[in-house]
């Protein structure tokens, strides 16, 4: 969940150039971050607690640096917990991704001799370093040495002031080398490369990576024996990653949703038919993911029993255990995750290939281990998303699995005009300042409040659900998702006077069912706010959605969009909410 950044080249570059590419992590955490310079054999180190974004260093330059932001595990938010960690000598700066599981049992063995300056279980890993290099002048060889003590998933990256080189390995945790001429990098996330290079390696679990002054290799962590990388292009672009204007990502992204599915409209045809084909080869198809993927996940069921007659499962990753009998290998998982790290999702996925089962994945990361290991990937094409809450990534998938659902009807070509169709809404919606003013004042008169609930039927249950995270996620607020039928079997009795409740309530199929529980609601003193295509008495507010196919999209963009202004009402900032990283790599 941290977020690792580093170089190496001929000429010396001056802190910036770490601290850049940390802003572009930040979404992994931003509890601390820290700097290491090395050059002329010197290793100079400047760390602090907080947020990155205005962050400055007195560092001298230096041809060889690694930089880290911080999402703490173990040891509080402190400046001695934050990385990078130096050594008793002075001469390694290493920094740390995932948990030490075993950090206990090896820092009770390494307390003696040396001196332990921080709480975190990161800290065990320079001082075995330390001692590897006692029998090991490789730098690598002295990594490998030090990583194969340790348990747990974790990506690990040193510098060695002496010889001004950086050696990473990996197991678990994401990792990618950029190939930049001359120089080269390391980092968590390809996005954080853009600005000095497109051309990289994944790097793989059982893999290290070792960047000297002559140039970059990689390794077998088992033999550290030499491998042959395999460099991808990436297509994404700085540009795309800035905040172009906006205040916050968050804003910047719900507004690129349009696009986003015009783009999915014309790009991903040939991907949808694949993974349509895949689902009519199967028997059993379960749907996974965490958080927001899982939403998508919930609603990709509606589509595909509504549209195409497909029943199938969805299931929380953490969750997928009980179905576990049952999966072979006729059956089909099919994998949400933007990040395409999620260790839950990656661990449900090798637990069902174990059985037999054919994997999909569908993420927005080209590159990452979902990707890697999926037998079909199907790529939202978002760009970066550097707000840690989904806002396009979600509506990205809602997009994909409505063109797999047509594609199974025999009709996609309706749906293609469609997502088109719902873009161009989603540009008016998002332009008309009639809406917007609307989303504003209900912000006002909610945000002060400390529960809300939110009411679906039908495929707008999902929506709830996702609506409620949304809200929770940035405003602090307790929100809940219900299903409306629900209600009366024990929901009401949160109801008190002003509660806030939102009925979702666009499909004239459902809506009679919404309005009754809206009048239910209000008739306890619920303050109760619609999305409906019409103003309607059961309703004090009305914030107004299309019906039809873009409801669902028209949707997600409100209540993003309603979250969003409630939570600067709060005084809290969008983009980083409190105990949140966008890539949960560690469980």
């Not at 927001?292 to 509504?306: D, F, P, V």
């Amino acid at each position: 969940m941290c977020g690792i950044y580093g170089f190496v080249a001929p000429e010396r570059r001056d802190s910036d150039t770490v601290l850049a590419g940390l802003r572009y992590l930040e979404y992994r955490g931003y509890d601390s971050w820290g700097v290491a310079m090395a050059d002329s054999g010197g290793l100079a180190v400047d760390k602090d607690i907080g947020s990155i974004a205005s962050a400055r260093t007195q560092l001298p330059p230096a041809r060889a640096a690694l930089g880290h932001t911080r999402w703490a595990t173990h040891g509080g938010v402190t400046q001695a917990n934050a990385h990078p960690h130096v050594d008793c000598t002075g001469r390694f700066a290493l920094i740390h991704n995932g948990i030490v599981e075993n950090y206990a049992e090896l820092g009770s063995r390494l307390r003696r001799p040396h001196q332990f300056r921080s709480q975190t279980d990161t800290e065990v890993l320079v001082h075995l370093l330390e001692e590897a290099t006692d029998s090991e002048d490789n730098l690598l060889e002295a990594l490998l040495a030090a990583f194969r003590q340790v348990q747990g998933l974790s990506a690990v990256a040193v510098l060695d002031a002496r010889s001004g080189q950086i050696a990473a390995v990996k197991n678990g945790s994401p990792l990618v080398v950029g190939w930049g001429g001359q120089a080269c990098y390391i980092a968590s996330d390809p996005v954080a490369l853009l600005d000095h290079t497109r051309e990289v390696t994944f790097v793989e679990d059982g893999q290290a990576v070792w960047l000297t002054p002559d140039g970059m290799s990689l390794h077998s962590m088992a033999t550290g024996q030499r491998l042959q990388p395999q460099v991808r292009h990436v297509d994404w672009d700085a540009e795309r990653a800035g905040l172009n204007g906006y205040p916050h990502f968050m804003l910047k992204e719900i507004h690129e949703q349009p696009d986003v599915l015009r783009r999915i409209a014309e790009t991903k045809q040939q991907e949808a038919r694949a993974l349509a084909d895949a689902i009519r080869d199967a028997g059993d198809v379960i749907l996974v993911g965490c958080g927001t993927a899982h939403h998508a996940a919930l609603s990709a069921r509606y589509t595909l029993a509504e549209i195409a007659g497909r029943a199938v499962v969805a299931s929380v990753a953490s969750e997928l255990s009980p179905s576990l009998p049952s999966i072979g290998a006729d059956s089909l998982i099919i994998a949400f995750s933007q990040s395409g790290e999620t260790i839950d999702v990656l661990e449900a996925v090798r637990e069902a290939r174990s059985r037999g089962a054919r994997i999909a994945a569908v993420t927005n990361a080209e590159g990452s281990a979902l990707d890697r290991f999926a037998d079909l990937t199907v790529l939202l094409g978002c760009g970066p998303e550097r707000c840690v809450l989904a806002t396009k990534s979600y509506t990205a998938k809602l997009a994909i699995m409505q063109m797999v659902a047509w594609e199974l009807a025999g009709d996609l070509a309706r749906c293609v005009e469609g997502l088109r169709a719902t873009a161009s809404q989603l540009e008016v919606l998002l332009d008309r300042e009639k809406i917007g003013r609307r989303i504003r004042e209900t912000a006002q008169l909610i945000a002060g409040d400390q529960h809300l609930f939110i009411l679906g039927r039908g495929r707008n249950y999902p929506l709830a659900l996702e609506a409620a995270l949304k809200i929770k996620e940035v405003t602090y607020m307790h929100a809940e998702g219900f299903a409306s039928g629900e209600l009366k079997h024990g929901v009401i009795a949160l109801i008190t006077s002003g509660t806030p409740v939102i009925a979702l309530a666009p499909d004239e199929c459902l809506r009679s069912e919404i309005l009754s529980a809206a009048a239910e609601v209000r008739a306890r003193g619920a303050l109760t706010i619609g999305l409906s295509p019409s103003a309607e008495p059961e309703l004090e507010i009305n914030l107004p959605v299309d019906g039809g196919e873009a409801a669902p999209y028209e949707i997600a963009v409100v209540t993003q969009l309603l979250a969003y202004e409630t939570a600067r009402l709060r005084g809290c900032d969008p983009d980083k909410p409190r105990n949140l990283a966008k890539s949960v790599t560690v469980k």
